[in-house]
């Protein structure tokens, strides 16, 4: 797939009838959250919890199927989501038939569209409060670009008196690439960490999405280009697809998700051929 067979989205339809964070009817709870999440999203949080996920994912403590995850996610409702308050695996397969219906050949894209939220599993494994888990994500140990939602509540984050992590650069190098950047710690970096540790076979765009669709920031408004690398521009147009289907497959109608565990049974088989996965 090419740049240019990207699906079509208006730029007015995606500012306007999604991701409202102006006067959403959840505009109270997305605030409560956001504020949260930039006051406390600090680098010496983020390696913290890196390590804690690292050496728990290694002693493989924690071991459960993906069906058995999903459903333990249909008791979540994320708060920093201003479009919709339905329950995870809805808008799982709600965005993997979406998926599925314009990429028919693609099983690794509709497989991500039904497991991209996968990393939310942090508010059972670690017990982990919403603020570090969901949301857009966001480099630290550099500035906070104006671009990130709520930017007004990185007042009260301590990075941003520390001279060595409030430039444009901070701790990084420009080019250096986003693998080597350290984010807000989120459900995105957790579910990537859960795939490389349980070695599944998933393609590098695949694991590109999974890691980064979070990353509004970037991918949305055009920040923190000087911290890209070939790879990150190699891959940004499956981020920008993934995304048009994470975003407008948020409808009420439910799909008929008995009839589809068979067939999305055999595509997470092919790529994640240990049932029993450490999380």
């Known amino acids: 797939m090419t740049t240019s067979e990207v699906t079509d989205v208006s730029q007015d339809t995606y500012e306007h009838e999604y991701r409202n964070y102006v006067d959403g009817e959840r505009q109270k709870t997305v605030s409560a959250l956001y504020k949260q999440n930039h006051e406390k999203q600090t680098l ?10 690292a050496d728990r994912l290694a002693s493989r403590e924690y071991t459960m199927t993906m069906w058995d995850a999903l459903k333990l996610l249909d008791t979540l409702v994320d708060e920093s989501d201003p479009d919709t308050s339905s329950a995870q695996t809805v808008h799982a397969f709600q965005t993997a038939e979406a998926i599925r219906l314009v990429h028919p050949d693609n099983d690794w894209l509709q497989l991500i569209g039904l497991l991209h939220d996968m990393g939310k599993m942090l508010c059972f494994t670690l017990k982990l409060e919403q603020w570090a888990v969901v949301g857009d994500t966001f480099p630290v140990g550099c500035k906070h670009d104006p671009s990130i939602v709520f930017h007004e509540f990185f007042v009260n984050n301590p990075d941003t008196k520390n001279p060595k992590l409030s430039t444009e650069d901070g701790i990084y190098q420009k080019g250096c690439g986003f693998d080597n950047v350290h984010f807000s710690y989120g459900h995105d ?44 521009r190699r891959n940004m147009h499956w981020i920008l697809e993934f995304n048009k289907f994470d975003l407008y497959s948020k409808r009420p109608e439910l799909p008929a998700m008995s009839e589809l565990m068979s067939y999305y049974g055999a595509i997470l088989k092919k790529y994640f051929p240990v049932e029993e996965l450490a999380w």
Do not use: M
């Open 44 to 53: 010496e949080f983020v390696l913290e919890q890196k390590k804690i996920v």
């Open 189 to 232: 970096e957790y579910f990537y960490q859960v795939c490389v540790n349980n070695k599944c076979l998933l393609p590098e765009e695949a694991l590109t999405i999974i890691r980064y669709h979070s990353f509004y920031p970037w991918h949305n408004k055009g920040a923190y280009k000087h911290l890209e690398n070939e790879k990150d």
